[in-house]
């Protein structure tokens, strides 16, 4: 069993019916790492994130998580990670609270610990008496707070966030990278999906450029830069582009 | 800590304060007792203006001693009538109409003599229907009650006349019939009319009609609770959790069909309140306890194989429940597909309630027997007046093995690799169907 890589990723190629939408992506993460997959909409990260999440299988290729394969080992691997899906709900009628409290308890064992890990996310949530609202009378912001914060409150070997930070405003987006970089300093891991280069070239110690469902480079922030003599994330990502297209 | 404990609280929770799940709950509790309070005070109205404004026209063209009694009679009876003088009968219609008569009496020559001979005398009646509603039909009724009153007297009087010494009523009815019922080992002191009403209404329909309602409640409720997950997109983060899709799945059959038997009770309620209304009017008390107070009570077996057939119902149709919301893109298309379902266990529901299932042929019989929601109608209809029948019983083990199958399958669909396919291939179905419907 690999313990020092957190992901494993070898000629992953993933169908849905005739549309490809993944071909031989390869790349991995370290444990304590923060990685990035930066691309436009249907590059295939969500499917990427999915399948690292235990949701999809992949049709072929070699898939590991924290040491674990995602095919048949996929309810080891649930106990160990934490999935934010880009689009994900809350149940509207259930407090923060209440939501937070029936997560904690399906995670921990023991009632004592389960009631430290809510005490601790409401705190990571920063919603402060609104965590007893209903949250269908939540912003979205403050949704993605309660999430960020059930993500992490479950004390995951592996984050995995699809747009972690879409459609926040400056406030909630700088509280969710801080929170997520804090985590990453307890040496856990964390995979993420993002729009936002400049959000990817801050928070990600590695990430790959993917496009089309294949990964067009792969490397350190800075590296890239360098090496496509680009002084932004987003240049590198066009340049890239463009010599694939040509 | 279990973790299916936490799931079913927060299936229950949701549900509860869900206004599209506890507005469907609360209604049958309000509306049945305000129908059954509607309907009831309608039909005392009637009754009441059918007895105090009895209007009738009446023309006697025999104009004898006899007639003239026999119009004393029927004013004494109750009828308020307004005598016209000979003319043709298009006319006295028309007056009748005018003065608001319920109908038109025409006594014809020769109605004194015949009486006299111990013939039948001859009354013609032209009803007056100025509206189709209960209150015509109450007034038609109480006219022909009076008549028919009049003719008891007046066969009393001829029988007198003939045998002075003779009881009319024993003349009149000769037999005297004293009906018994035997239900299992037991026989009644009142015939089968007399409990038929109770038993029909009571076991055979209205038990059945609960159940089937709580059958319609909890797939609606495992429908839409599946389909909002999907509509609010946490089945997918649902399935991330250290929990097995079957953990999943038993969450869902248990917090919808707990929910669906407080509608059920809720249901119940309402249906008793409004019965109570409904035959509060027809001077009769609607009491299911009244067949129990004289029937022995089925034996304690019969109530846990009809509990057991009872909790393989709910899971089965629960299942299908799941099947339909986890298929469902959103509410508004699970409320659509639950046709599907609901159509299938309609028809069965309703052969049971009001046919004999062995005089039914035998597709039908095979259909009913197919479906596990069947059993604990046909439970609950034959346990209480006969020892429970054979392909009942094989049917516990069947709809046990079906449920299983059923839950199983469920329970593999929850993979959003397969719902996803699955979705995308009826949207797609319901989209050509579209473009088929605006060609």
């Known amino acids: 069993m690999l313990k020092s890589m957190a992901i494993e990723v070898k000629n992953l190629v993933k169908y849905f019916g005739n549309l490809i939408a993944l071909k031989n992506v390869t790349f991995s993460v370290d444990e304590g790492e923060i990685f990035g997959l930066i691309g436009p909409n249907g590059a295939g990260k969500t499917t990427t994130l999915r399948i690292l999440a235990t949701l999809l299988l992949p049709t072929s290729g070699y898939v590991r998580v924290l040491g674990y394969d995602v095919i048949s080992e996929a309810s080891k691997i649930r106990s160990l990670i934490s999935y934010l899906a880009e689009d994900a709900g809350i149940y509207r009628n259930l407090t923060g609270y209440e939501y937070l409290s029936i997560v904690a308890r399906i995670y921990f064992e023991s009632k004592t610990d389960a009631e430290e890990a809510v005490e601790e996310a409401v705190k990571l949530s920063g919603l402060g008496e609104r965590i007893t609202d209903k949250m269908k009378t939540y ?108 | 800590m279990g973790k299916l404990r936490p799931l079913v609280e927060k299936e229950i929770k949701d549900l509860l304060r869900d206004p599209r799940i506890y507005i469907g709950l609360i209604i049958p509790i309000i509306m049945l007792p305000l129908m059954g309070f509607a309907i009831s005070t309608a039909m005392s109205h009637v009754g009441e203006s059918a007895t105090r404004s009895l209007k009738v026209t009446l023309i006697d063209h025999d104009r004898t001693n006899v007639s003239r009694s026999f119009i004393t009679l029927l004013d004494n009876l109750g009828l308020k009538i307004m005598e016209i003088s000979d003319e043709s009968l298009l006319k006295a219609i028309e007056k009748a109409k005018a003065s608001g008569s319920q109908a038109l009496l025409v006594i014809p020559q020769g109605f004194g003599e015949s009486l006299l001979g111990f013939e039948r005398a001859k009354v013609e009646v032209y009803s007056i229907v100025e509206s189709i509603g209960m209150s015509s039909i109450g007034a038609q009724s109480t006219v022909n009650k009076i008549l028919d009153a009049s ?47 109770q038993l029909v209404i009571g076991y055979g329909i209205m038990i059945p009609l609960i159940l089937f309602v709580l059958s319609i409640i909890v797939t609606q409720i495992a429908a839409t609770a599946t389909a909002i997950e999907n509509e609010e997109k946490t089945l997918e983060t649902l399935l991330t959790f250290p929990v097995s899709r079957y953990e999943i799945l038993m969450a869902k059959l248990l917090g919808s069909s707990v929910i669906a038997v407080l509608g059920g009770i809720m249901f119940t309620l309402g249906f008793l309140l409004y019965f109570q209304g409904f035959f509060g009017f027809m001077g009769q ?54 046709g599907v379902v609901i159509i299938p266990v309609l028809i069965p529901s309703l052969l049971i309630m009001y046919g004999d299932i062995k005089n039914l042929p035998l597709f039908l019989q095979l259909l009913i027997y197919a479906l596990p929601t069947s059993y604990p109608m046909i439970m609950s209809k034959e346990m209480i007046i006969s020892t429970m029948p054979p392909e009942v019983l094989y049917g516990i083990p069947y709809s046990a093995i079906l449920t299983l199958m059923v839950v199983y399958v469920t329970s593999k669909l929850l993979a959003p690799e397969k719902l996803l396919v699955l979705q995308y291939k009826l949207k797609l179905g319901r989209r050509k169907e579209k473009m088929k419907v605006r060609k």
């Open chain 2, 285 to 338: 008390e609607f009491r299911v306890e009244g067949v129990l107070e004289v029937l022995p009570l089925p034996p304690p077996e019969n109530y846990a194989l009809l509990a057991i057939s009872l909790i393989l119902s709910i899971f089965f149709i629960t299942s299908l429940g799941v099947i339909i919301g986890a298929l469902s893109s959103d509410v508004r298309m699970s409320t659509s597909l639950l």
């Open chain 2, 151 to 197: 003719s008891e007297i007046l066969s009393s009087m001829l029988i007198s006349k003939i045998a002075p010494e003779a009881e009319p009523e024993v003349i009149r009815k000769p037999l005297n019939v004293t009906g018994y019922t035997v239900i299992k080992d037991r026989i009644i002191s009142a015939p089968l009319q007399v409990i038929f009403g």
């Open chain 1, 139 to 246: 912003s979205k912001g403050m949704k993605r707070r309660i999430q960020i914060a059930r993500v992490f409150m479950t004390e995951p070997k592996l984050a995995i966030l699809d747009e972690p930070t879409a459609g926040l405003d400056v406030f909630h987006a700088q509280y969710v990278r801080k929170i997520i970089k804090e985590y990453t300093s307890e040496g856990r891991s964390v995979i993420l999906s993002s729009h936002n280069m400049l959000e990817v070239e801050h928070l990600c110690s590695r990430l790959a450029l993917i496009h089309h469902g294949q990964i067009m480079a792969l490397g350190e922030p800075q590296a890239l830069k360098n090496k496509y003599g680009a002084p932004n994330l987003e240049d590198v990502f066009m340049k890239v582009v463009r010599a694939w297209g040509s």
